[in-house]
């Protein structure tokens, strides 16, 4: 068996490992202990007024600085270029893309972050139009799956029957990975994915588990609906922010609610970046005049009369008009800011959550649904939660894909990343022997182990869209904020355009 090609995490440029924050080690940080206590300390911190400041030479100056060069951060800084600013992008990692982020390796094309352009994704596809970048509709060709539940293999049409099934009533008919689709596509309180921010809807904003318990859902059902979570629990994730990408799908046209990659049948045309999603950002990074400064994490910004001062973990200092700050809110927490973050910001930003996800990348060297007579693909309550075979990547047999979401995620983060590729290998082979000596591993990737996004997305609380959801993407003085996180109405890759384009047209508003 060969080694992985492992691709965990890019690795943190000094300063920022461990990062010290207000006396607090942010590695070992609990968010709720700093919840609320954060804000306060956080507009007392203080750093040398700007004049004073003598490290790092004479800075760079410049109209806007960009912070992040993720979708979100490039897309400001094309258009504020495109109305004449002198614009310059620093990227804390050695590469651009940030959650676009594709693993190549003999002959095969992993897409480790986003991958899916939605029908409605007007900017995603007008960048792409702009920049001759091509989309095509020939995406990851998924299996149908069998069910490991309990440590018991089960097809779908058995799973009713089966008496592994600990769901009630109506629910047994649901198979496990519908359930929390179908259950909240059901409670759905609006239809206009704008309303989230509506305080009518505030009732709605409680953990999504107790919202289940609310409504008589078993905790069989709880448990199941849990394990492939786009969130780190149902516990912990407010309803809202479910209803959010609910109301968000609806638009696209399902009105089944089901997922796509099970196979299910809806009929949303989804398209794909011709030769790998990086492709995307590389091609507008290309196309920024002032460009990209890799391998600059920002560590501090400070802000006084009319300037902005950002100061790079180098000790290099560059001078703008105006920021975008496009880095996750995850990543903020290792930013120092004078003045500090306003309160509402500041619990956003060490509130916020964010969904691990790992994945595990392997090409299939031998049919082994074919020895067990079972589908190629799998979804269980054990450790892995789901493998998908990819009929149409990596050779002859296809590929396949490991994928935990949120707290599975999170337990594997725990372990040592020496031993996480052989738990995981451990635990398949355990579950269908057939797999002994069927796969290669090529790739993995933590999300949550990048300490420059912190986990695939954001995700609210319960309790934090009424808490602070409206004022976390206000601009604080001449700082104004952009990315995923901040999203209105679209979701995904979509979301980090449509913020930027907000970001830009409140700078371009203030000159
Ligand atoms: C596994 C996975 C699957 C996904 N699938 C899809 C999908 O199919 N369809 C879809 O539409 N979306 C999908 N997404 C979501 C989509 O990829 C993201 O919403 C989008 O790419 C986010 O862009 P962004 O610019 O807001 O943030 P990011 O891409 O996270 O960019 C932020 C950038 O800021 C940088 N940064 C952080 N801190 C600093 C600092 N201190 N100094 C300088 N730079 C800093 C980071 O390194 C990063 O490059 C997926 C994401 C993941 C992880």
């Given at each position: 068996m060969r080694h992985a090609t492992m691709v965990n995490?890019?690795?943190?440029d000094g300063i920022l490992a461990g990062a010290v924050v207000m006396g607090i080690d942010t590695k070992n940080i609990s968010r709720r202990a700093v919840l609320g206590a954060s804000a306060l300390a956080l507009g007392s911190w203080t750093v040398p007024a700007l004049a004073k400041t003598k490290a790092g030479g004479t800075p760079d100056k410049w109209d806007v600085v960009v912070v992040g060069a993720g979708l979100s951060g490039l897309h400001a800084a094309e258009l504020l270029e495109q109305q004449g600013l002198k614009v310059v992008v620093v990227e804390a990692?050695?590469?651009?893309g940030g959650r676009l982020r594709t693993g190549r390796a003999e002959g095969y094309t992993a897409e480790l972050g986003g991958s899916e352009v939605g029908p409605y994704y007007g900017r995603i596809r007008d960048a792409c139009t702009r920049l001759n970048v091509g989309l095509t509709e020939d995406g990851a060709k998924s299996t149908p799956f069998v069910l490991d539940i309990g440590g018991k293999l089960i097809l779908p049409q058995d799973w009713a029957g089966s008496d592994a099934n600990h769901t009630e009533g109506k629910e047994r008919e649901i198979l496990p990975y519908l359930l929390q689709n179908r259950l909240f596509f059901d409670w759905?309180?609006?239809?206009?994915?704008?309303?989230?921010?509506?305080?009518?809807?505030?009732?709605?904003?409680?953990?999504a588990a107790e919202y289940m318990r609310a409504r008589g859902v078993s905790e069989a059902a709880i448990r199941l609906a849990d394990?492939?979570?786009?969130?780190?629990s149902l516990a912990s994730v407010s309803a809202m922010s479910i209803f959010r990408d609910m109301a968000r799908i609806k638009v696209?046209?399902?009105?089944?609610?089901?997922?796509?990659q099970y196979g299910a049948g809806n009929a949303v045309t989804r398209s794909y970046i011709v030769g790998g999603s990086d492709a995307l950002p590389r091609a507008m990074a290309a196309s920024i005049k002032g460009g990209v400064r890799l391998n600059s994490p920002v560590v501090a910004v400070e802000q006084a009369g009319d300037e902005v001062e950002t100061r790079l973990a180098n000790g290099k200092r560059l001078r703008s008009?105006?920021?975008?700050?496009?880095?996750?809110f995850s990543a903020l927490r290792r930013i120092r800011f004078n003045p500090g973050l306003p309160l509402a910001q500041a619990n956003a930003v060490f509130g916020a959550i964010y969904s691990a996800t790992t994945q595990f990348h392997f090409r299939v060297l031998k049919p082994f649904w074919e020895a067990d007579g079972l589908p190629p693909s799998i979804w269980t309550?054990?450790?892995?939660e789901r493998g998908f075979v990819?009929?149409?990547?990596?050779?002859?047999h296809g590929a396949f894909i490991v994928w935990l979401n949120g707290d599975g995620a999170t337990r594997l983060h725990a372990m040592k990343p020496e031993d996480q590729l052989s738990f995981v290998m451990r635990e398949l082979e355990e579950s269908r022997p057939s797999m002994k000596g069927a796969l290669q591993p090529l790739f993995n990737y933590s999300w949550e182990a990048n300490p420059f996004v912190g986990g695939n997305k954001h995700c609210f609380a319960a309790g934090q869209v009424k808490m602070f959801a409206k004022d976390m993407?206000?601009?604080?003085g001449r700082v104004h904020f952009s990315g995923?996180?901040?999203?209105?109405m679209e979701p995904g890759m979509e979301s980090a355009m449509e913020t930027a384009e907000i970001a830009a047209l409140e700078i371009l508003e203030k000159i």
């Open positions: 995490g890019d690795s943190p990692s050695d590469r651009v759905l309180p609006f239809e206009d994915p704008a309303e989230w921010l509506n305080p009518d809807y505030f009732p709605h904003d409680v953990s394990v492939d979570l786009n969130g780190p696209e046209g399902y009105r089944d609610p089901t997922k796509p008009r105006f920021m975008v700050m496009a880095a996750p309550d054990r450790f892995f990819i009929s149409n990547r990596a050779g002859d993407a206000l601009p604080h995923e996180h901040l999203r209105r």
